[in-house]
């Protein structure tokens, strides 16, 4: 890859994808074109202090539309292509998996196809560069029990959700370009990710907004599932480090070295906002009367069906073949993540409003 390369980032609009995409601008010399489909998730406002960025292009393609991303790779003669599109929700994809199918499945294999087209086209120079990187979730491979040895990069896969499956599915297909097609592929296994820009439907939002709001707080089952979280910037160096220079054909695990109970997390972010906005100040709080910690909202509801016990990342792959390892740890990146949203309300509060919706429009 040259020195200043055009990389199709897909689903740059949503949480990973934002995070990835001010970091390829401000980190690296590439020109970034963010497709995505600007579906409930994808939010254009995450970036609009980058939209005239000059190495920044927006285009909203539907990933799954064969002539559209043909035309994607014919305008833009990308480098490098970053897939980060994806339908991601577990609860969602239980109650409409046709969306799953569509985007991760389908959409996977239009953009493989696409990409091997185009380099059957492109010289050789452009050819011998490129590279396509899957990116994809630890949840294609089942659950551990609590002993379990951590997922390693030849971990039998055993998804559980319509989710977990779909992503299985575009996992199988990134291969089998690259075994079949001999298309430059590269595939990532990630751990739940956290902080800022991610939409407020995952754990980790859910908890600080429903606390500052003074809602109950959703907790399934007796909240001991374990899930390895990964701070999204740590994520998104170990992509570029994996595309720059991982080898081709490989799988790359990247986890957090991160392991907590969803109780202990949760509990873990009602502390930060004890200290932060103690319940006594906070006036939507101060509402319910006699509120001595947000700990207090947490409610056990019942579990959702085929729920994981745990995840665990192997990483040591990706430390020991290039140098990467998590900067934030338990301590610093939940800080950082509870910080931002305080710092950031005009961001969630248009989303959870609906506003962001309308201004994507050009009608707010």
Not at 184 to 194: E, K
Request: with cysteine.
């Amino acid at each position: 890859m040259n020195a200043t390369p055009i990389i199709l980032v897909t689903g740059g609009c949503g949480f990973i994808g934002t995070n990835l995409v001010r970091f390829l601008l401000r980190e690296t010399e590439a020109t970034v074109v963010n497709v995505d489909k600007l579906t409930y998730a994808g939010n254009i406002r995450s970036l609009a202090d980058v939209a005239d960025h000059p190495r920044y292009r927006f285009c909203q393609v539907d990933i799954a539309d064969t002539d559209a991303v043909g035309r994607l790779f014919a305008e833009h003669r990308p480098d490098a292509v970053l897939h980060l599109a994806a339908e991601s929700h577990v609860d969602r994809s239980i109650d409409g998996p046709d969306a799953f199918i569509r985007t991760n499945v389908l959409g996977t294999f239009t953009l493989l196809q696409a990409a091997r087209k185009y380099l059957e086209s492109t010289d050789h120079a452009r050819r011998s560069g490129f590279r396509f990187l899957h990116v994809s979730t630890d949840e294609v491979y089942g659950s551990l029990g609590p002993t379990d040895p951590a997922f390693h990069e030849q971990t039998r896969y055993d998804p559980h959700s319509p989710y977990s499956a779909s992503k299985a599915a575009s996992d199988h297909l990134a291969r089998a370009w690259y075994d079949t097609y001999k298309l430059p592929v590269l595939v990532t296994n990630c751990s739940n990710n956290y902080g800022p820009f991610q939409f407020p439907e995952k754990l980790i939002p859910v908890v600080i907004l429903k606390a500052l709001r003074g809602e109950t707080i959703p907790v399934y089952g007796k909240g001991e599932n374990v899930r390895d979280w990964l701070f999204v910037e740590d994520h998104v160096r170990a992509l570029w480090s994996v595309l720059t220079r991982g080898s081709v054909g490989e799988t790359y695990n990247i986890g957090g070295n991160n392991e907590m109970r969803n109780i202990d997390l949760v509990r873990h972010l009602c502390d930060l906002l004890d200290e932060w906005v103690p319940p006594q100040t906070n006036p939507q709080v101060r509402e319910r009367g006699g509120l001595e910690s947000y700990r207090q909202l947490i409610t056990f509801v019942a579990d959702r069906p085929g729920h994981d016990l745990r995840y665990a990342i192997d990483a040591r792959k990706i430390h020991q073949e290039l140098g990467w390892e998590p900067i934030e740890n338990a301590a610093s990146g939940f800080r950082k993540t509870v910080q931002w949203y305080l710092d950031h309300r005009e961001w969630w509060q248009e989303i959870l409003s609906g506003e962001y919706r309308l201004n994507r429009l050009g009608l707010g």
